[in-house]
């Protein structure tokens, strides 16, 4: 099988990057203000929480149908029409005149962002096969956090200078760059040969197969653990920590923060290099194990050398088992279903991140506890998903993503 690739593959790898460091930074740039620029408009602090809500839904419903157009009319569409999307409710988010109007345009980021995610992510399964698939996937990762820790600091500068709807228009410019881009340099991925018709007369249709299938389960789980973890444990809890048993105020508690997010950054060209040449099973079951040890660390300890040792490993941990989830799921599709598989990765990951916070909250206020117990709840949901991944038994050769629906 031949893949319509009209131009060089480096070429396409790199556009890929530029579009996710561009879209990401702008995600990043309204950070900062998102809460404020919210509070803005004079509603109580639980409204406040349906900014971010909002937009971690819309991605939730985008996700799997993205992936499902992606392998019926191609992936193409998705890469420039997501940032486009994400540019212009950006331009109305800065113009928003109201609370109700805000929320609408971030839920409609959302959407542009389910789009462009799922769809990249399809594109870098396209272009991988088994002997490259960890290095490609860690190269889409580092592009990602890389833009997603420059964008906070440039939203912040913008709103120091030109107030809370700055950053809005620095996302809708970024956005829509990206889009450019992707019009300008990225020809069409999906495979010659059509994809195979969706199942009929049967309950799931095209993701049925994947249900069923106890490798995609498992690595699934871990996926919802990871994205738990970032919304839960890293925006959540782990400040609370920070401020309420060691005392740290802002400035220590971001310095924290970033020092795991470097500690992510700098191990995953090493993970996808050791994906490419080992077992990602092994990485998988090892990051979420690590991942695990140290939430219960960061939950239980009161030593403030633990503590930030905790947060060094997590951010390892997290960095080591990214690039290795990924390329185990894109190993999963069926013939013809790499867009259907990677948008239901990402729909449960999705779910993971809007559930992680309101059930953590829901523990700490019905058994009256603090910040530790949901770093505790959070590490044994990591230690279940390490546990079923273990018991994984070894896939049959013919399960695999087949080389023709890759570039040689």
């Not at 279903?337 to 523990?363: N, Q, S, W």
Request: net charge positive.
């Amino acid at each position: 099988m031949i893949l319509r690739l009209p131009s060089g593959e480096t070429r396409i790898l790199a556009a890929i990057m530029v579009i996710i460091l561009f879209v990401m930074m702008g995600m990043g740039m309204v950070i900062p203000v998102l809460s404020l620029y919210a509070d803005s408009f004079g509603v109580g602090a639980a409204l406040i929480g349906l900014v971010t809500t909002a937009f971690g839904i819309a991605r939730l419903v985008v996700n799997l149908p993205a992936g499902m157009l992606a392998d019926r009319f191609g992936r193409r569409f998705l890469l420039w029409g997501g940032p486009l999307i994400l540019a212009g409710a950006s331009v109305g988010a800065a113009l928003a005149g109201d609370f109700v109007a805000l929320v609408t345009w971030r839920f409609l980021q959302g959407v542009g962002s389910g789009l462009y995610m799922t769809g990249s992510m399809i594109v870098v399964a396209d272009l991988s096969t088994a002997a490259n698939r960890g290095r490609r996937m860690a190269a889409y990762q580092s592009a990602l956090l890389t833009g997603a820790g420059l964008g906070p600091a440039a939203g912040g500068l913008l709103a120091s200078w030109w107030g809370y709807a700055a950053p809005f228009w620095g996302f809708a410019v970024v956005s829509g760059l990206a889009g450019l881009v992707a019009l300008a340099f990225l020809p069409e991925t999906r495979p010659v040969t059509p994809p195979a018709p969706p199942v009929t007369g049967k309950s799931g249709g095209d993701v049925a197969p994947l249900i069923r299938d106890g490798r995609f389960v498992r690595v699934a789980l871990v996926t919802f653990g990871i994205f738990f973890t970032r919304t839960a444990a890293q925006w959540q809890l782990i400040p609370l920590v920070a401020a309420w048993r060691f005392g740290m105020d802002p400035a220590h508690i971001g310095t924290a923060l970033a020092l795991s997010a470097l500690a992510h950054l700098a191990i995953i060209p090493l993970a996808g290099w050791l994906v490419d040449r080992y077992s990602p099973r092994l990485l998988i079951s090892l990051s979420a194990a690590a991942v695990a040890l140290s939430l219960a660390v960061l939950g239980m300890t009161d030593s403030a050398w633990l503590f930030w040792a905790a947060l060094v490993l997590l951010g390892l941990s997290l960095g080591l088992g990214g690039p290795a989830a990924s390329a185990f799921a894109a190993s999963c599709a069926p013939a013809g279903r790499t867009g259907a598989t990677m948008g239901l990765l990402r729909t449960v990951g999705d779910a993971g991140f809007v559930a992680g916070p309101m059930v953590v909250g829901v523990v700490m206020d019905i058994g009256h506890t603090g910040p530790g117990a949901g770093l505790m709840l959070n590490a044994a949901l990591m230690a279940a998903a390490a546990a079923a991944f273990v018991s994984l038994p070894s896939p049959p050769p013919s399960s695999s993503l087949t080389e023709e629906a890759v570039l040689p």
